[in-house]
Structures are given as structure tokens and as C-alpha cells.
């Protein structure tokens, strides 16, 4: 099946006279007629559901989806992309270990990077995405054990050279572990590009209507654990705390990862996504080919309308033909940029903030990538206690306007960025 067929029928096939829609399963617990048959679920000798803290039916349904859509062999749901991001690191990795990170990440997941999992014990270093090849290679200890980045990085827009960072990544014998949120599937699949790991805020464009908060982790089955056996004994050693089962041995390259993620990680965290969140997250991933398609024309046509704008100062979209990224963009993402465009309105704070007052139709909030489109400026909400030299050094200028664009006509979303803009 092709990736827009996929977006509608993977991941669940129902027999004769079975729902045709994904069922919500709404139960915590699963019954068994003899503990020997409850005993083999335990034990991974077989397959099946007894408590909904580790798996759900609903959820592996739509997690399978997203495994077909990423192209890569095993998925799980989490209750959050944060929990995707803490889950895809700490299942390799633990206290006195390493990880190479892109520096233009969300700040969420910089913050779980640089504060919270530091006290863990786990230690990141930040790297530009456009450094130089040695600069990376640099960047690499002895006890480095993965790789991160986004795709189209969420706020700064900068597009990552995926090939190059899995290169760097396979030559220190680590996998690359790709965010590709601000992409999905439908624009951008990292693991042709040789990534080994993807992870997702679903909550952004999979889900695309803000109504449910929730996370996934992809793996490809491609990274050999094997081979770097002693990085990674999580993997390739008995686990003592489930029955002594070697994941990399009873699941293969294709299974070992979320099932150690699942069996061990979710059943000690717990941050499962409620079935009722799978349910809607389905729904959005039903219509995702077409909403990127139209995301992505109608930020490209907000960005050439914003560039050619007396009033605007600066854009940033990697669609445009001066983007520093454009050339990325063009090999990684030639279907589209998806829908999200910063830029700046001349005359500093107080005209961002006239000119966020005049908007209609696109509403403040500060989320990103759904369905109706909604502005942010910074400096005057989520970095207020900020002054200007601070928001600079931060990369967040006072005049910086982020602007998720919607699926409305573009007619009406341009109208309402020109009647604002005139005010001014
Ligand atoms: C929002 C976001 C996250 C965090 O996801 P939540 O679902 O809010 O926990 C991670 N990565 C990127 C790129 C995001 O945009």
C-alpha cells in the first residue's frame, strides 16, 4: 500500500462483522481462563494483553499504523512526546553514559536533556545542526551511545542533514535517534535516510486537531545491537528483572528495542497513552496525507506573502528560495515544510504586539502544527521575563512571530495577516 492507502487502513484489518472502526478498548485488566495461560504473557513466551499500564489493544493498533507509516518494523504510544524523548534515550542509556544532541530542539526536550536527565546522570552535548563534520566528530566520547535531532527543528525551523548525522552517528557504532514531529511520515521518513529511531510528539500534526496530548517512538530493526554488544547490555544481556530474557536474542534486531522499552520501561514509568487518546490519535492519522499537503502549501504561500511584505522584517521557512536550509529542504523534504513560519514585524516588540492584537482569524496559543491556524509572540508570553538582550542571546528576538499555519483557505489566512499588518 502507498503511504496516503496507509494513513487509512494500516496498523488494523477487521474480521467478519468486527468493527470497522479502531475499538476503544476501555479496559484496565484482561481476563484469562488458567494462570499458566497469564503465566506465558509474563514470561514473553506469549503474545497478549493483561494490563493496560504496558500495553492496550487500541494503542498497539494505532502504534502499528505509525510503524507502517515511518516505514520501520516496531512502535509504541506514550502518554506525551516528552515521554517519547525520555523513553527513546533512556532505553540505551543509563548513569554515566553520553549522547550527542542537536541544539536547536524543542526546549522541552532541552530542558529533559541538559537538566533533568543530567541528574540522572546521563550527559548531553549540544551540537549545531550545521556544524562542521569535525566539529560533530568532536563531539563523540568513548562512552557516547546515541544521537539526536529533529527534523525541522521546533522553534528554530533548521532542518537537519539526517544522512550526515547517521554517518557520523553509525561510524562511532551508535544509532541516530530522529524527532520528526514538525515532518510526520507524510513529508519526511528518516530511516531512508538512515536513522535508526524516531520519536514523536503526536500531539502536533498526527493528532491535528489539539484535542489529545500523547508521544511515539519508531524503531527500524536496522541498528545492530550485536555488534556493539557492550554498549548496549540492556539489550544484549539477560534482564534479571524480566525472567532473564535476552531481548536482542528472543525478539530480534526488528523487536528487541520496543519490547525491552515496553516490557521494561512502561512497566516501570507507566506513561501509556489512554486508549481513548489512541482512538483520537487514529482519527487524525486518517486524514494526515491530506492536511501536510495542504499545511505545507499554505505555509509556503504565508511565507512568499510575509517575504514580499514592507512591514516584515525577516522570514524564516525553509521553503523559501534564501533559507539557509532551503538546499536541505529540497533533498529531505521535497514534498513540503509543513506549516510552520517565524518571522519578524519591523518595529520591535510593540508593533509584534499591535500587530498579534489586530489577528481574526488566527487565534493565540501557544500550541503548534493542528488544524486552525494560531500565532505566538514570544516575548510578550511564554519568555516575558525576558528583556530584549536576553530573548536575542536566546534566539527568540522580541519581534519574533511564530505562526502555525491552519488548513483554511489561504485567501482567508493571508486577508487576515494583511489587515493586521496594515493597522501598524
Ligand atoms: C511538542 C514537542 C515535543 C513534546 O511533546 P509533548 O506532546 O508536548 O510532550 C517534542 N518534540 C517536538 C518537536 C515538539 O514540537
Same mark, same amino acid.
Given at each position: 500500500m502507498?503511504?496516503?492507502?496507509? &494513513?487509512?487502513?494500516?496498523?488494523?484489518?477487521?474480521?467478519?462483522? +468486527?468493527?470497522?472502526?479502531?475499538?476503544?478498548?476501555?479496559?484496565?485488566?484482561?481476563?484469562?481462563?488458567?494462570? +499458566?495461560?497469564?503465566?506465558?504473557?509474563?514470561d514473553l513466551e506469549a503474545e497478549g494483553y493483561f494490563y493496560t499500564r504496558l500495553q492496550n489493544p487500541t494503542n498497539d493498533h494505532v502504534a502499528a499504523k505509525i510503524a507502517a507509516l515511518e516505514g520501520g518494523t516496531a512502535a509504541m504510544?506514550? $502518554? $506525551?512526546?516528552?515521554?517519547? $524523548?525520555?523513553?527513546?534515550?533512556? =532505553?540505551?542509556?543509563? &548513569?554515566?553514559?553520553?549522547?550527542?544532541?542537536?541544539?536547536?530542539?524543542?526546549?522541552?526536550?532541552?530542558? %529533559?536533556?541538559?537538566?533533568?536527565?543530567?541528574?540522572?546522570?546521563?550527559?548531553?552535548? *549540544?551540537?549545531?545542526?550545521?556544524? $562542521?563534520?569535525?566539529? %560533530?566528530?568532536?563531539?563523540?566520547?568513548?562512552?557516547?551511545?546515541?544521537?539526536?535531532?529533529?527534523?525541522?527543528? =521546533?522553534?528554530?525551523?533548521?532542518?537537519?542533514?539526517?544522512?550526515? *548525522?547517521?554517518?557520523a552517528a553509525h561510524a562511532h557504532g551508535v544509532p541516530l535517534i530522529v524527532d520528526n514531529t514538525f515532518a510526520t511520515p507524510i513529508l519526511c521518513r528518516p530511516f531512508e535516510w538512515g536513522a535508526d529511531i524516531v520519536t514523536h510528539s503526536t500531539t502536533k500534526y498526527m493528532d491535528g486537531h489539539a484535542a489529545a496530548v500523547g508521544g511515539c517512538i519508531v524503531d527500524s530493526g536496522k541498528f545492530d545491537w550485536n555488534a556493539y554488544a557492550d554498549k548496549?547490555?540492556?539489550?544484549?544481556?539477560?534482564? +534479571?528483572?524480566?525472567?532473564?530474557?535476552?531481548?536482542?536474542?528472543?525478539?530480534?534486531?526488528?523487536?528487541?528495542?520496543?519490547?525491552?522499552?515496553?516490557?521494561?520501561?512502561?512497566?516501570? *514509568?507507566?506513561?501509556?497513552?489512554?486508549?481513548? =487518546?489512541?482512538?483520537? %490519535? =487514529?482519527?487524525?492519522?486518517?486524514?494526515?496525507?491530506?492536511?501536510?499537503?495542504? !499545511?505545507?502549501?499554505?505555509?509556503?504561500?504565508?511565507?512568499?506573502? %510575509?517575504?514580499? !511584505?514592507?512591514?516584515?522584517?525577516?522570514?524564516?521557512? &525553509?521553503?523559501?528560495?534564501?533559507?539557509?536550509?532551503?538546499?536541505?529542504? +529540497?533533498?529531505?523534504?521535497?514534498?513540503? &515544510?509543513?506549516?510552520?513560519?517565524?518571522?519578524g514585524v519591523k518595529g520591535g516588540r510593540p508593533a509584534a504586539e499591535a500587530f498579534m492584537k489586530n489577528l481574526k482569524l488566527a487565534s493565540i496559543a501557544t500550541h503548534v502544527a493542528d488544524a486552525k491556524t494560531c500565532v505566538l509572540h514570544p516575548a510578550s508570553s511564554t519568555h516575558r521575563q525576558m528583556n530584549d538582550e536576553e530573548l536575542r542571546a536566546a534566539g527568540v528576538p522580541s519581534d519574533l512571530v511564530r505562526l502555525s499555519v491552519g488548513i483554511e483557505d489561504a485567501k482567508d489566512i493571508l486577508a487576515d495577516l494583511e489587515q493586521a499588518l496594515a493597522q501598524i
Amino acid at each position: 500500500m502507498n503511504q496516503d492507502t496507509l &494513513c487509512l487502513h494500516a496498523g488494523y484489518t477487521p474480521g467478519n462483522g +468486527e468493527p470497522r472502526q479502531i475499538p476503544i478498548i476501555q479496559s484496565t485488566t484482561f481476563r484469562y481462563a488458567t494462570s +499458566e495461560a497469564m503465566g506465558k504473557l509474563f514470561d514473553l513466551e506469549a503474545e497478549g494483553y493483561f494490563y493496560t499500564r504496558l500495553q492496550n489493544p487500541t494503542n498497539d493498533h494505532v502504534a502499528a499504523k505509525i510503524a507502517a507509516l515511518e516505514g520501520g518494523t516496531a512502535a509504541m504510544l506514550t $502518554s $506525551s512526546g516528552q515521554a517519547a $524523548s525520555f523513553y527513546a534515550i533512556f =532505553n540505551i542509556c543509563s &548513569c554515566g553514559d553520553h549522547v550527542v544532541s542537536s541544539s536547536t530542539i524543542y526546549g522541552g526536550t532541552y530542558n %529533559l536533556f541538559a537538566v533533568t536527565m543530567k541528574r540522572m546522570g546521563i550527559e548531553f552535548t *549540544f551540537v549545531a545542526p550545521d556544524c $562542521s563534520d569535525e566539529e %560533530l566528530d568532536a563531539a563523540f566520547r568513548p562512552n557516547t551511545k546515541a544521537v539526536f535531532g529533529e527534523t525541522i527543528a =521546533n522553534p528554530a525551523l533548521t532542518v537537519l542533514d539526517i544522512e550526515r *548525522f547517521a554517518k557520523a552517528a553509525h561510524a562511532h557504532g551508535v544509532p541516530l535517534i530522529v524527532d520528526n514531529t514538525f515532518a510526520t511520515p507524510i513529508l519526511c521518513r528518516p530511516f531512508e535516510w538512515g536513522a535508526d529511531i524516531v520519536t514523536h510528539s503526536t500531539t502536533k500534526y498526527m493528532d491535528g486537531h489539539a484535542a489529545a496530548v500523547g508521544g511515539c517512538i519508531v524503531d527500524s530493526g536496522k541498528f545492530d545491537w550485536n555488534a556493539y554488544a557492550d554498549k548496549y547490555p540492556g539489550l544484549t544481556t539477560p534482564d +534479571e528483572s524480566y525472567h532473564g530474557i535476552t531481548y536482542t536474542e528472543r525478539f530480534g534486531l526488528a523487536g528487541a528495542y520496543i519490547t525491552k522499552a515496553t516490557a521494561q520501561l512502561m512497566r516501570d *514509568f507507566g506513561s501509556i497513552q489512554s486508549p481513548q =487518546n489512541a482512538y483520537l %490519535l =487514529n482519527l487524525g492519522l486518517e486524514s494526515l496525507h491530506l492536511r501536510m499537503r495542504r !499545511h505545507s502549501e499554505n505555509g509556503q504561500a504565508v511565507a512568499e506573502f %510575509l517575504e514580499n !511584505h514592507p512591514k516584515v522584517g525577516w522570514v524564516n521557512y &525553509c521553503g523559501l528560495q534564501g533559507n539557509k536550509y532551503h538546499a536541505l529542504a +529540497e533533498k529531505y523534504l521535497p514534498d513540503g &515544510c509543513c506549516g510552520v513560519v517565524s518571522f519578524g514585524v519591523k518595529g520591535g516588540r510593540p508593533a509584534a504586539e499591535a500587530f498579534m492584537k489586530n489577528l481574526k482569524l488566527a487565534s493565540i496559543a501557544t500550541h503548534v502544527a493542528d488544524a486552525k491556524t494560531c500565532v505566538l509572540h514570544p516575548a510578550s508570553s511564554t519568555h516575558r521575563q525576558m528583556n530584549d538582550e536576553e530573548l536575542r542571546a536566546a534566539g527568540v528576538p522580541s519581534d519574533l512571530v511564530r505562526l502555525s499555519v491552519g488548513i483554511e483557505d489561504a485567501k482567508d489566512i493571508l486577508a487576515d495577516l494583511e489587515q493586521a499588518l496594515a493597522q501598524i
